[in-house]
């Protein structure tokens, strides 16, 4: 009984033994689950105050850019103080002296500042920025800083102001240059435009509205703008960075500090910044600049051809098989296209090789070639690709005409396009300066009409429809009575001194 007695204990105290053994595993366990939870996130901790570490340095490197960039740039960005003196007409018209008599000559000085009968000329001042290009006073700006101004004052980063002189401008690209007598100053450093990218970080440095040697930041919009209206010859970049008037002529510079670009315009509806402002390429600016201190003036290249972009609907007119490179829709009798044998509806792919993607494109490459200069146009006829040989002469200012205007007809052949037409006499072509001309002359647009649409105006000439000749009232509606609704006619058509072509879809 004893002996059952002591093995009963032994498993009791087996199964105790056992359950301690067990409680220690699951303990031991539990520490060290909660000594490995507590060291990983420790380390969790650490990392997320590493990365943080770590951002807030490259945010501080980025601020630090900015400031070196700014620090590099703005000591040579300039203010500009144009003076003109203009006459205000006078606010009083009388037909006789007998106001003047009756009230006496200080009645008028002492209550309007003027003499009766006299207009009053008064001070005007307008502000703009410019860039140091040389130790000596050479200064970098816009044209229209500077036009018209009768006085110029340029006052430096440093406070110290000159009297400046234009040295040359250049309307067409809307650069200028003048000069301050003054030594030892501090020269912008020349970026490579040609090497921007879109969304590249730019700062934009100037003075709006009064507020000298301001510095605004945004990154590239875009580049190549063009068609914007500013100017001539336009290849814009385009930067979101805040430029306001009194910017004209300022820096657009990367964050080396290296400007890459002379701050022109804006787009607004509001005369502020709307977050599209223009500069010109800093490579496009020293092109000029350097002609313009060497030369006086910019000579520039001409082949004698007008041009235009194709879109689909054009193509689709033209039976073109893609919208690749600009039409020809004219060319200059006896100029060099001409000569060389470019003809009317030619499509230009490449210039010396470069392939073109635009007009204005192909207008600014042959601006930069020296007249006498040979080029090679790579063109498009009848689906075939020739090349031909151009020797470039010089571009002269083209006056433009404007159309006066006819007299409406009764003539209905334009009914389809929605246009009013008449056969081009001689009368008309002398008021419109069309003469040497045949066609018919667009008398009147209806409203929402598929002419209108296209942009077809009162007094344009149409010259061809689907590339054959027109003369007469008769022929036009001779080539456009079997046209249907949805018919593409591609119409020549001459406004002023340019000659283009125009697609026009009928309802």
Not at 330 to 336: F, I, K, L, R
Not at 469 to 492: C, F, H, P, Q, T
């Amino acid at each position: 009984m004893v002996t059952g007695y002591l093995k009963n204990q032994g498993k009791v105290f087996g199964l105790i033994l056992s359950v301690i053994f067990l409680t220690g595993l699951f303990l031991g366990s539990s520490i060290g689950c909660a000594q490995e939870q507590e060291q990983t996130s420790t380390a969790a901790v650490s990392e997320q105050a590493q990365m943080e570490s770590q951002g807030m340095d490259l945010v501080n490197l980025l601020s630090q850019a900015f400031e070196k960039a700014s620090l590099s740039v703005s000591p040579s960005v300039v203010s500009i103080i144009a003076e003109q003196e203009v006459t205000l007409q006078r606010q009083f018209g009388f037909p006789d002296d007998s106001f003047k008599d009756f009230f006496g000559e200080d009645f008028f000085k002492r209550f309007f500042g003027v003499p009766p009968g006299r207009d009053q000329k008064r001070t005007v001042r307008s502000l703009g920025s410019g860039v140091i290009v040389s130790e000596d006073g050479y200064i970098l700006t816009n044209s229209h800083v500077v036009d018209k101004a009768q006085k110029l004052r340029v006052l430096l980063s440093a406070g110290k102001s000159y009297d400046a002189e234009v040295i040359g401008t250049d309307p067409p690209t809307d650069v200028a240059v003048i000069k301050i007598d003054a030594e030892d100053l501090p020269v912008a450093i020349y970026g490579d435009s040609d090497d921007v990218r879109v969304g590249q970080w730019v700062i934009a440095v100037g003075n709006p509205f009064q507020l000298m040697h301001t510095v605004t930041a945004g990154i590239i919009s875009a580049k190549g703008r063009s068609s914007v209206g500013i100017a001539d010859y336009e290849d814009f970049i385009q930067t979101d960075a805040s430029i306001n008037p009194g910017n004209s002529g300022g820096a657009l510079a990367d964050l080396n500090g290296h400007v890459i670009g002379i701050n022109t315009a804006i787009a607004s509806t509001t005369g502020g910044n709307m977050g599209i402002g223009f500069a010109i390429p800093i490579k496009m600016a020293r092109q000029v600049m350097d002609e313009l201190l060497e030369k006086g003036e910019v000579v520039r290249g001409y082949v004698g051809i007008w041009l235009q972009d194709i879109d689909e609907k054009l193509a689709n007119a033209l039976n073109l098989k893609s919208k690749e490179g600009v039409l020809v829709s004219d060319v200059a009798e006896d100029g060099p296209a001409d000569k060389a044998g470019i003809r009317r509806g030619d499509v230009i792919v490449a210039y010396d090789g470069q392939k073109i993607e635009n007009g204005d494109q192909l207008q600014n490459l042959v601006a930069v070639t020296d007249p006498g200069k040979k080029a090679r146009l790579t063109v498009v006829r009848d689906d075939e690709k020739k090349e031909v040989t151009v020797v470039l002469g010089e571009r002269e200012t083209e006056s433009k005409k404007k159309p006066k205007g006819v007299q409406p007809s009764e003539e209905q052949a334009g009914q389809k396009l929605g246009i009013g037409v008449q056969t081009l006499t001689p009368e008309i072509a002398k008021q419109l300066g069309y003469e040497n001309e045949t066609g018919v002359v667009i008398t009147q647009v209806e409203s929402g009409s598929p002419a209108a649409e296209a942009g077809l105006r009162r007094g344009d000439l149409i010259k061809e429809v689907n590339r054959r000749e027109v003369r007469s009232v008769e022929d036009l509606k001779k080539e456009i009575e079997n046209a249907e609704n949805g018919d593409v006619l591609a119409l020549l058509v001459r406004r002023g001194e340019n000659t283009f072509f125009v697609a026009v879809e009928l309802d």
